[in-house]
């Protein structure tokens, strides 16, 4: 078990630079999906999302959705997550966020499962179809196993809605780029730009500060580079899940490693602050997982 | 997260039925829910919405349906079947019902264009259909499964200027199709409204396609007292999302003594892994952002369904359907392939009607019921005719030319 920081303990020491990279659990298979989490966190990865594969992924885009489908083919169960969390975290010290679909958890027992991901040394939950106001069971049992809670919005979300993610978030708010579905794409809306605007200026409004790391549609150093202009971290998905299923470990390293690069040159338009913000402070204990 | 019961169960409304319903929607798509819920609730309240609505349902689908006695099969059946005849609907269902409701609400949310899922292919036809009406572009996403199984309805459906989109990811059945139908909604929601053909999704989609059903209850209700002198001793209706279904039993909720009885696909059989009985072998959860009885693994996978009607063909139930059975007001049985076949043939043959194999659940369910209640009065909803079906219906009985038999 290596030391722990949190997620927005990492996005900070990268001075508001961070890169996160997703994988799905088991994909191709559990031994590789670990070594090829271990592998992109080395090749300069801030947090690591752990994709949990759905047989209904309604967010998720074609490269994500086949990934996804010959995991679950091949038999995948919810154990081999919290096996990957645990063997993962033992081997690095980025932040394990696991992405997932509310109905696992929900049938997994929602404070079990928390109670699990904690123990095996996860960092807290993406949740792409659980808006804050469903989550009060979620909500409780995060602040019971001190886990952090990252929920979306979205170009088309009102003001009272980002109000209500910010609030609701621990770790970072996730920025939807661009209304659509997971994928590579060739430009990342505009959108994204004014979205990040518009969450930093209600968390001003609401008198705290909230960190934003865009997703969808990022494939490219370039892309990232200029995500993070405007926001605190850059989340790629599609373009890492078609490498690992392509090249193996090595060919999923190299991409994690040529996107980094996207994170070193120049600084962030507004960096984030050097102090933690009341609603999104963590002063969560190193923990020690046993799994 | 529930709300109290209303005093009559006919005036219970979303977004919670007991504990299912809600909405479990991906954040992008929240501010068009939030729309569509905002726009519906004005629509309810508008004469002149209603009004254009009613004028449609009259005009254009034919409304009132038809209640037909079906005394030949009542004879052998040995009680009082009475037939709402939704198969005698412009487009062949009760799908065009709701269909034409939404298109309207889509028209004063501004859209341009129709998307929709489609099992059997009957609700993907009513959509292009509507869209050609009211001249808006229109996709249908159908299972791959399904465009094969359902091959006339694809031509229907593009002769009427849709476009027909299979869909192979997950088992390529209709809860696929709703899984890509709701991806492109996220990236086209500004100029698409998303027609979901079924009491299921989240809110307002239940509550709303539930009223736009309702007349079929209504009338019903009406004819039969006319017909009969009384209410019926049960109504009887298929389930797969269950439109139908709710359209019938809404009028009757408040009839205590009066059965509602949903018949579920049993496949190959209650006591077999292949089947559709998301209420009866269902746990509660989460499935195309609503709360609701699914087919699902112990780890919250959904689990495929099978039926040989496509349009039964669903690991999910609506979410009011889900709390009457929970309080007990309606209960729901399985009818396999073979018991919905025997009951195709039976209607086909004693009345010339020939009926979707999906409603052919239903008076499977009324036979059955007959022999337990000798003499009573039953009130069948026939959804949707057979039309779609001669190929599957062919092979199942091997009437079909050997020539046909190789398409």
Same mark, same amino acid.
């Given at each position: 078990m290596t030391a722990r920081i949190t997620t927005e303990e990492a996005i900070r020491a990268s001075g508001g630079r961070a890169l996160i990279g997703y994988l799905p659990a088991g994909f191709p298979d559990l031994a590789t999906s670990i070594e090829a989490a271990v592998a992109i966190a080395e090749a300069g990865c801030t947090a690591i999302e752990l994709g949990v594969p759905y047989s *209904?992924?309604?967010? *998720?885009?074609p490269v994500i959705q086949a990934a996804t489908q010959s995991t679950l083919e091949r038999g995948f169960r919810l154990e081999e997550l919290f096996e990957a969390v645990a063997a993962i975290t033992a081997r690095t010290s980025a932040p394990v966020l696991v992405m997932t679909y509310w109905n696992p958890v929900l049938r997994y027992g929602v404070d079990r499962f928390a109670e699990q991901l904690a123990a095996a040394g996860g960092a807290g939950l993406i949740t792409p179809d659980l808006t804050p106001e469903n989550a009060a069971d979620w909500l409780a049992a995060a602040e019971r196993h001190d886990l952090d809670r990252v929920f979306l919005a979205a170009p088309s979300s009102s003001d009272a809605r980002i109000d209500r993610a910010v609030e609701a978030s621990r770790g970072f708010v996730y920025t939807v780029?661009?209304?659509?579905? &997971?994928g590579a794409r060739t430009d990342v809306d505009d959108a994204a730009r004014a979205l990040a605007d518009r969450i930093a200026a209600r968390a001003a409004a609401a008198g705290t500060t909230a960190l934003r790391c865009v997703g969808l549609g990022i494939s490219t150093a370039d892309q990232v580079r200029d995500v993070l202009t405007y926001a605190d971290g850059a989340i790629v998905g599609s373009a890492l899940v078609r490498a690992l299923g392509a090249g193996g470990v090595p060919a999923v390293r190299e991409l994690a490693a040529s996107l980094a690069a996207? &994170?070193?040159d120049g600084g962030p338009a507004d960096a984030a602050p050097a102090i933690a913000p009341s609603s999104t402070a963590s002063s969560s204990p190193q923990k020690d997982a046993s799994a | 997260m529930t709300d109290a019961p209303a005093a009559s169960l006919r005036d219970h409304h979303g977004p919670w039925f007991g504990g299912y319903g809600g909405v479990f929607m991906p954040e992008p798509l929240m501010a068009a829910i939030d729309e569509l819920a905002a726009c519906y609730e004005a629509c309810k309240v508008d004469p002149a919405f209603q009004a254009e609505f009613a004028r449609l349902s009259r005009? #254009?689908?034919?409304?009132?349906s038809m209640l037909t006695e079906a005394s030949r099969l009542s004879e052998q059946a040995g009680a009082r079947i009475l037939l709402k005849?939704? %198969? @005698?609907n412009h487009t062949g269902s009760h799908k065009i019902n709701n269909v034409l409701g939404q298109a309207l609400v889509a028209q004063r949310l501004g859209k341009t264009r129709l998307i929709a899922e489609t099992g059997a292919g009957q609700h993907g036809v009513a959509t292009a259909t509507a869209a050609a009406l009211f001249g808006m572009e229109c996709v249908v996403y159908m299972g791959e499964v399904d465009t094969e199984r359902q091959a006339l309805n694809v031509a229907r459906m593009r002769l009427l200027g849709a476009e027909v989109v299979p869909v192979t990811s997950g088992s390529r059945t209709l809860k696929d199709a709703i899984n890509e139908g709701l991806r492109d909604w996220v990236a086209n929601?500004?100029?698409? =409204? #998303?027609?979901? !053909?079924?009491? $299921? !999704?989240? =809110?307002p989609f239940p509550e709303m396609v539930r009223d736009f059903h309702r007349a079929i209850g209504e009338e019903a209700r009406e004819q039969t007292i006319a017909m009969t002198g009384g209410l019926p001793d049960a109504v009887l209706a298929c389930v797969g999302g269950g439109s139908n279904a709710m359209g019938i039993f809404h009028a009757f909720l %408040? %009839? $205590?003594d009066v059965q509602l009885i949903g018949l579920e696909a049993a496949g190959d !059989? $209650?006591?077999?892994?292949? =089947? $559709? @009985?998301s209420i009866e072998r269902g746990e509660p959860g989460l499935l195309h952002g609503m709360r609701t009885y699914l087919l699902q693994d112990g780890d919250g996978q959904t689990l495929e369904s099978h039926s040989i009607s496509a349009g039964l063909d669903y690991p999910g139930v609506g979410p009011e359907h889900a709390w009457l059975h929970d309080i007990g007001r309606a209960e729901y049985q399985p009818v396999s392939d073979a018991e919905a076949m025997e009951a195709f043939l039976a209607l086909t043959r004693a009345e010339g009607i020939i009926p979707a194999i999906e409603s052919a659940h239903a008076i499977a369910g009324a036979m059955r019921l007959a022999r337990e209640l000798p003499g009573s009065t039953l009130l069948v909803s @026939?959804? !949707?005719?057979?039309d779609k079906d001669v190929a599957t219906a062919g092979r199942w009985f091997d009437v079909l030319d050997e020539d046909a038999r190789q398409q």
């Open positions: *209904d992924p309604g967010m *998720d885009g780029s661009t209304m659509g579905t &997971t996207g &994170t070193l | 005009d #254009y689908t034919g409304r009132p005849r939704e %198969d @005698l929601v500004d100029s698409t =409204h #998303y027609l979901m !053909g079924t009491v $299921a !999704g989240p =809110h %408040d %009839d $205590a !059989g $209650a006591d077999t892994e292949r =089947h $559709a @009985l @026939l959804s !949707g005719r057979g």
